[in-house]
């Protein structure tokens, strides 16, 4: 597609239901980054991909969060068990190369816990 | 570590004011890349510039302007005659050439701009 898609554009989900989200990036671009951006502030890293390969994960905030990338296209983060802290807007971002050229974010996904 | 600072959370100007937006970072590498975007209501990030660490002329682009000045770890960002529609959230992000973090960024908490009719 023209730029990158992600799905759903708003979920809504009770405390401790399982979520998945999910990204579409440009095609072609190697690189593949989620970020979480919680109300009133900047988006922060979660985890990086380059092609299927999880390079970097040191921005996941507990173990309940789980990303993939199994045919280096698609990719979808998954949230157990959720908690009323894991509300933010969920951002996807592709880039053609490793160095961060090209990069193009999707519009998010806003999660609400309740 | 990395880090990125607006002090500004917020300004409120007029339209056709001039208004400038802060960004300092923080960073150990000598090879980085500093980034301006901006984040409408309708959530999208959108690219509005990219420097790397070795080049700091600055730019000017339509009414756009930026002040790169690395004695000050500073990213300045410029909006001339300022229109409705750039109301906004603008964010100032810094990413290193780590291999294996390709370019993630780090962003800074962003500085909400209303420009009034």
């Known amino acids: 597609g023209a730029g990158v898609s992600q799905s759903p554009r708003y979920k809504v989900a009770k405390r401790g239901q399982d979520v998945a989200l999910r990204c579409d990036p440009i095609?072609?671009?190697?690189?593949l980054f989620w970020y979480q951006q919680a109300l009133g502030q900047g988006p922060e890293f979660l985890t990086y991909?380059?092609?299927?390969?999880?390079?970097?994960k040191s921005g996941l905030p507990s173990d309940r969060f789980f990303a993939e990338r199994p045919e280096g296209s698609v990719s979808t983060l998954k949230i157990q068990r959720t908690q009323q802290e894991d509300s933010a807007v969920y951002l996807c971002a592709s880039s053609l190369d490793n160095q961060g050229f090209g990069y193009t974010f999707g519009s998010g996904t806003r999660l609400t816990v309740v | 570590a990395q880090k990125v600072t607006q002090a500004q959370t917020e300004i409120s100007v007029v339209e056709k004011e001039d208004v400038t937006l802060d960004c300092v970072y923080e960073?150990?590498?000598?090879?980085?890349?500093l980034f301006w975007y901006k984040q409408p209501p309708s959530g999208e990030l959108v690219f509005l510039i990219r420097r790397n660490s070795f080049d700091e002329q600055n730019e000017i682009s339509g009414r756009y302007s930026w002040n790169f000045q690395k004695s000050t770890s500073s990213f300045n960002f410029t909006i001339t005659a300022s229109q409705v529609v750039d109301s906004a959230v603008y964010f100032c992000?810094?990413?290193?050439?780590?291999?294996?973090?390709?370019?993630?960024?780090?962003f800074g908490q962003g500085t909400e701009l209303s420009v009034k009719p």
């Open positions: 991909f380059q092609n299927e390969a999880q390079l970097d």
């Open positions: 960073t150990r590498d000598t090879t980085y890349y």
């Open positions: 095609s072609g671009h190697v690189s």
């Open positions: 992000a810094l990413s290193e050439t780590t291999y294996n973090q390709g370019g993630k960024l780090i």
